[in-house]
Antibody, heavy 118, light 112 residues
Framework: EVQLVESGGGLVQPGRSLRLSCTAS????????MSWFRQAPGKGLEWVGF??????????EYAASVKGRFTISRDDSKSIAYLQMNSLKTEDTAVYYC?????????WGQGTLVTVSS | DVVMTQSPLSLPVTLGQPASISCRSS???????????LNWFQQRPGQSPRRLIY???NRDSGVPDRFSGSGSGTDFTLKISRVEAEDVGVYYC?????????FGQGTKVEIK
């Protein structure tokens, strides 16, 4: 059974950093690209970015709203994808989801809440 | 960025009756590889998104056959043939053809 579990969320002050993890199981993690999405309270879904598999050089793409502040990486030996978030802003407050795939992501985690507030 | 426009944004439905959600894109969603990366997601209250339909018309495993997706180019539709109580939630279309990936605003389905 495919499972994705996000962790690392919490309350953080503006300007600080936080790293989220997405731990995968039930499939060959290294064969897949992984995406991150977010959902602000009471709002719709927003794509954050993705990382391709090593087959495609593990390259990354980011939404304009987070480019230069967020970094996605992966550790295929541990089946974990990371979302490093720096210079956090209040508008980054959201539930963050990881998912498998790029153009038609299939499995999603349960999400982890990040609250940016002083 | 490709703008995805859903309608209606709110859809009150009687149990057992059909429902239909429209999703229009500002550009064609046909990729150079020939596929159309238009997906439909269901988000029940308090839950994470669940993919129902991928590549416009392919129903995911385990998704009831009362859900169907259709359309091409810039015009797509999600249909529920007979709404059940468990279908309450917000439905999103998402395009993965062009970067950045973008979503529709969401359509809230509720029971009358």
């Amino acid at each position: 059974e495919v499972q994705l579990v996000e962790s690392g969320g919490g309350l953080v002050q503006p300007g600080r950093s936080l790293r989220l993890s997405c731990t995968a199981s039930g499939f060959t993690f290294g064969d897949y690209a992984m995406s991150w999405f977010r959902q602000a309270p009471g709002k719709g879904l927003e794509w954050v970015g993705f990382i391709r598999s090593k087959t495609y050089a593990g390259t990354t793409e980011y939404a304009a709203s987070v480019k230069g502040r967020f970094t996605i990486s992966r550790d295929d030996s541990k089946s974990i994808a990371y979302l490093q978030m720096n210079s956090l802003k209040t508008e980054d407050t959201a539930v963050y989801y990881c998912s498998r795939g790029l153009r038609f992501p299939d499995y999603w985690g349960q999400g982890t809440l990040v609250t940016v507030s002083s | 960025d490709v703008v995805m426009t859903q309608s209606p944004l709110s859809l009150p439905v009687t149990l057992g009756q059909p429902a239909s959600i429209s999703c229009r894109s500002s550009q064609s969603l046909v990729h150079s590889d020939g596929d159309t990366y238009l997906n439909w997601f269901q988000q029940r209250p308090g839950q994470s998104p669940r993919r129902l339909i991928y590549k416009a018309s392919n129903r995911d495993s385990g998704v009831p056959d009362r859900f169907s997706g259709s359309g091409s180019g810039t015009d797509f539709t999600l249909k529920i043939s007979r709404v059940e109580a468990e279908d309450v939630g917000v439905y999103y279309c998402m395009q993965g053809t062009h970067w950045p990936v973008t979503f529709g605003q969401g359509t809230k389905v509720e029971i009358k």
